[in-house]
């Protein structure tokens, strides 16, 4: 069978370097990082690895259902939703993802729009 991008690139171990970089760039964006500014920080830690890891084909894969009802009361409109995207972006171009992978991740991103966004 296939590896997963996930295992391609390293596992845990370059996630968790892909998660710090991305994690500066959320709480750097004017658009986004005010969403994080009341959590603390092993939960936004938390998030931000479910979210790529998942996004890689890893494990942790959480259903839509459990992202809706956790995103559910964040008031996440559109524009905020595709900075996340831009910034997820940025990071990945970073560690040198192939740019295949790189739409692939973003794909799984984007189809997840419709539990998180509420406007
Ligand atoms: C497909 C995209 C996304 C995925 C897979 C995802 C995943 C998650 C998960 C799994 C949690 C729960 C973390 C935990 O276990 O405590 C979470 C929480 C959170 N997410 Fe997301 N997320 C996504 C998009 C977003 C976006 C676009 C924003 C804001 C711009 C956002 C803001 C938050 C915040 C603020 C929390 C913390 C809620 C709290 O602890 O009270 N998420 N997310």
């Known amino acids: ?17 892909i998660v710090m970089s ?16 009341d959590i603390d920080m092993p939960a936004l830690m938390d ?3 479910k979210f790529i890891a998942q996004a890689m084909g890893g494990p942790a894969a959480y259903s839509n259902e459990m992202l809706y009802r956790v995103h ?6 559109n524009r905020s ?4 995207v831009t910034v997820l972006r940025e990071t990945l171009e970073e560690f040198d993802l ?4 790189i739409e692939q991740v973003l794909n799984e991103v984007r189809s997840r729009a ?6």
């Open 1 to 17: 069978m296939a590896r997963s991008m996930f295992e391609r690139y390293g596992g845990f171990a370059t996630v968790s370097k």
């Open 22 to 37: 991305f994690y500066g760039k959320v709480l750097d964006s004017d658009i986004i990082g005010g969403y994080f500014e």
């Open 47 to 49: 998030h931000q690895t």
């Open 72 to 77: 559910k009361n964040l008031d996440i409109d």
């Open 81 to 84: 939703f595709q900075e996340m």
């Open 98 to 101: 192939e740019s295949g992978d």
């Open 114 to 119: 419709q539990y998180i966004v509420v406007s």
